[in-house]
């Protein structure tokens, strides 16, 4: 039995060594191209199968007009089709198999569930779900937005999509997308419980709720902000909380996908600090909607591994290079930059850091973070002060 498990990990490094070849070996035609996005597709039909079959279990009820839409099931056959296409054109041309052979049985999962055409299978409803559609819709709206910028203005040229420790980061993702309704849910938590008991800010809620929309969304914006500043500021300041936060530092690389990597507890916080002042006064559900996409998008765009130095534009919005700066191994970007939108906050407080045209020289924090998301999970709990 144990050399099952064995086969396992040894194909899984294969897995990765060849997702993550150098690019004399991945060049059109060597069969590395068509075996990548064959397992995009592969997963992303995977997780839309699943969602249709136990819909109550794995589909997002925000997807919901998605689902319901006549053409979904002709498009999710086509992503199929197209990852077996691309894994066999893979197997084909590939001598290392690896990325073909996990597309192709992907692909047969899916089928094996019922393609395209599923059949709902499902008589119980647990009130809770992973999003795996949300997921799958997020990995490639959030993929297709950035990886191709990343690679037309990059900071880092040599910098790969498939850098050290992506794997980590690709999991991080899973989680928070999967997780989606569970960490709304803990987030909304307080906000039910303070919107209860202030029933006299009502006329403040009325008079927020009537402003036009868009002076709605900057005030949000620069109400959460603010909220995001002090929230991120103590777990900086705070020893116990820097051991959550010193996971999210610990990325050694900044790109789009760095930024997912968050300790689950402090996403949970920093949702519902965040949430509360758009609950508590009274913003439209359009407007925190908005805001919620706006700041998905937003954060990935920070982390980006994107060139452009932004002296000016720098100064009155957050660009990469001033979040960069918030990573930096350099003391000089030590406990500074804590703004997400806005640096004049930071600025105000003091904590200000955007020489012109200068970047950090690396990533990361001075504490041995340990790798993997398990480890991660336990670590502000087992950690040792420094
Ligand atoms: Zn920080
Ligand atoms: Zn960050």
Not at 42 to 64: H, K, N, Y
Not at 128 to 137: E, H, M, N, Q, R
Not at 145 to 166: T, Y
């Amino acid at each position: 039995m144990w050399g099952h498990n064995h086969d396992m990990k040894s194909f899984r490094k294969q897995l990765v060594a060849d997702l993550e070849s150098p690019p004399q070996v991945r060049r059109v035609g060597s069969g590395w191209l068509s075996g990548f996005f064959a397992i995009v597709l592969a997963i992303a039909g995977f997780c839309f199968v699943a969602a249709l079959r136990w819909q109550m279990s794995f589909a997002t009820p925000e997807l919901d007009p998605l689902h319901g839409w006549t053409g979904f099931r002709v498009l999710v056959h086509a992503i199929l089709l197209l990852a077996y296409a691309l894994s066999l054109a893979s197997l084909l041309l590939r001598p290392r198999k690896a990325m073909g052979a996990t597309a192709l049985v992907i692909v047969l999962a899916a089928t094996i569930l019922g393609g395209a055409n599923v059949q709902p299978r499902e008589s119980h409803d647990w009130g809770i779900f992973f999003g795996l559609d949300f997921f799958a819709v997020n990995m490639i709206a959030t993929g297709l937005m950035f990886a191709p910028i990343e690679r037309i203005f990059p900071h880092l040229r040599q910098q790969r999509l498939f850098r050290p420790e992506w794997s980590e980061d690709l999991f991080y993702y899973l989680i928070s997308s999967m997780l989606v309704q569970v960490i709304t849910f803990l987030a909304l938590a307080p906000s039910g419980y303070v919107n209860a008991h202030t029933s006299w800010l009502g006329e403040l809620r009325a008079a927020v709720s009537s402003l036009p929309w868009l002076v709605q969304f900057a005030l949000a914006m620069v109400l959460t902000d603010l909220a995001q500043y002090w929230f991120h500021r103590l777990f900086h300041t705070i020893p116990f909380l820097w051991g959550f936060h010193a996971v999210h530092h610990s990325a050694k690389s900044m790109d789009w996908l760095a930024g997912a990597r968050m300790h689950f507890i402090e996403i949970v916080a920093l949702r519902g600090v965040t949430s509360l002042p758009l609950l508590t006064f009274g913003f439209l559900p359009s407007v925190m909607q908005a805001y919620v996409a706006l700041v998905y998008i937003y954060s990935s765009l920070v982390h980006a591994n994107l060139r452009g130095d932004f002296n000016r534009l720098g100064r009155f919005v957050v660009v990469p290079r001033f979040h960069h700066w918030h990573h930096a191994i350099e003391k000089e970007g030590y406990d500074k930059n804590f703004a997400i939108h806005f640096p004049v906050i930071d600025r105000i407080f003091g904590t200000h850091y955007f020489p012109d045209n200068a970047w950090p020289k690396g990533y990361g924090v001075e504490e041995d973070v340990p790798r993997g998301y398990l480890a991660q999970l336990r670590y502000p709990f087992v950690r040792k002060a420094q």
